[in-house]
């Protein structure tokens, strides 16, 4: 696993329990008594021997905030992985895989203790400090424990994954066009636009309404509507980015009837989402045969994406009918996703499937630089011209014509 600043922020959202603990101070090691550096060596095997699906985090340095993004505070002494490597395994029955990093996050250090899944159980050949030999330590939720009878039974020698039987799945933002994986951290920017009031925008066309005859018998009607249609459409085009995800199954069994819930806190109602259908078409200028426009909505797509507001927080649900083994689904309806502030957000994702025992869970990262612009009439104008130059349609017409 890539151990880099771009995880180091998705986990400061998390929340401690059997895969991640944050630590304010740095732990005693050098120069320290048995019992100060024995706290290490509890916190890495009750990590190595608990109940998880994913691998384990000690963050150093870290103030722990509930409810929200945990605070960097920073450390002054940094420890040599090597040390701390040959301390630990030296004490255990077998060696323990892990690893310790120095890194600097937003401009201060930050120790990483990284605990992959693996064969268990782990305990001390002897005592030390006031840690007891042959006492199976483990993480329990956020507090440490002593492992009962029945649960050392079930450990054996093995590591504790994700039977053979059940698919492995994972959420990824996406690229659609080209079909590619994107980084768990995702940046967008997001216009606040300021329009005129629906009145004060005139008519398409002309200030006075005419009759269709003129044109032909309704065949190319003018839509008097256009610029103020424009201008609600390019509200919510500045303000919303579209966002695509993408499910992979790293397993060797099918995953069938798979169902994607996503979870945004939002209690000063600044996030603002929409799924696909609820963001308008692009307006026409003009009307089709007997003034109807001809705009399909929805047209391609397979799978439905739907965004609910529910108290304080957004809740976004789509899926999958099937994810073959070692193979990606596509999600081809795409959530459109603002701020009215700037703010960085913390997304937590959950997969379902037939055959998964349990939900999976992961958490994504978005961050959003809000501004606000004013925008008459001749600005909105010039967004949509902007945003036509760069559309997939004016590249068909280029292709067309040249």
């Given amino acids: 696993m890539i151990i880099n600043n771009e995880l180091i922020g998705i986990l400061l959202y998390g929340e401690e329990g059997v895969d991640l603990d944050f630590k304010r101070d740095q732990y005693r090691f050098s120069q320290a008594s048995d ?17 998880r699906r994913t691998d384990a985090f000690i963050l150093i340095g870290v103030k722990e905030v509930k409810g929200g993004k945990s ?22 029955r077998k060696p323990i895989t892990f690893s310790y990093r120095n890194l600097n996050f937003e401009n201060k250090d930050i120790g990483v203790i990284h605990i992959p899944i693996q064969s268990r159980p782990f305990y001390l050949n002897k ?77 398409y066309g002309g200030s006075q309404r005419q009759g269709t005859l003129p044109y032909g018998l309704g065949l190319d009607r003018p839509n008097y509507d256009y610029y103020r249609k424009l201008t609600e ?48 078409n692009v307006p026409q200028s003009s009307h089709g045969f007997l003034g109807i ?54 997304i937590e994702t959950s997969i379902y499937s037939d055959n998964l025992p349990e939900p999976t869970a992961k958490k994504l990262l978005i961050e959003i630089d809000s501004k606000n612009k004013n925008a008459p009439l001749d600005v909105i104008k010039e967004l949509e011209r902007e945003r036509y130059r760069n559309s997939e349609e004016y590249k068909k017409f280029l292709e067309m014509h040249l």
């Fill in 127 to 203: 005592d030390y400090g006031k840690l007891k030999k042959e006492t199976i330590y483990i993480k329990r939720g956020s507090s440490t424990d002593i492992a009962k009878l029945d649960e050392i039974s079930k450990m054996g020698d093995t590591a504790f994954v994700a039977e053979d039987s059940h698919p492995v799945l994972e959420l990824f933002f996406a690229d659609k066009k080209n079909r590619s994986i994107l980084p768990d951290t995702l940046s967008a920017l997001s216009l606040v636009l300021t329009t005129p009031n629906k009145k004060d925008i005139p008519d």
């Fill in 35 to 51: 019992e100060d550096k024995g706290e290490l060596l509890k916190d890495i095997i009750a990590f190595a021997n608990a109940w």
């Fill in 293 to 346: 426009n001809y705009q399909l909505k929805g047209v391609g797509i397979t799978h439905d994406l739907t965004v609910k507001r529910i108290s304080n927080y957004w809740l976004i649900e789509t899926g999958v009918e099937k994810v073959q083994p070692q193979n990606t689904a596509w999600i081809d309806s795409c959530l459109f996703i603002g701020a009215i502030e700037s703010v960085e957000f913390c």
């Fill in 233 to 280: 459409f390019m509200k919510l085009n500045q303000l919303h980015k579209p966002i695509y995800f993408a499910i992979k199954n790293t397993g060797s069994k099918v995953a069938n009837d798979v169902r994607v819930e996503i979870k945004i806190e939002d209690p000063k109602n600044i996030i603002k989402a929409l799924g696909e259908y609820d963001m308008p």
């Fill in 71 to 92: 605070e960097v505070v920073g450390i002054v002494e940094k420890l040599d992985d090597a040390q701390i490597q040959q301390f630990v395994n030296s004490k255990t």
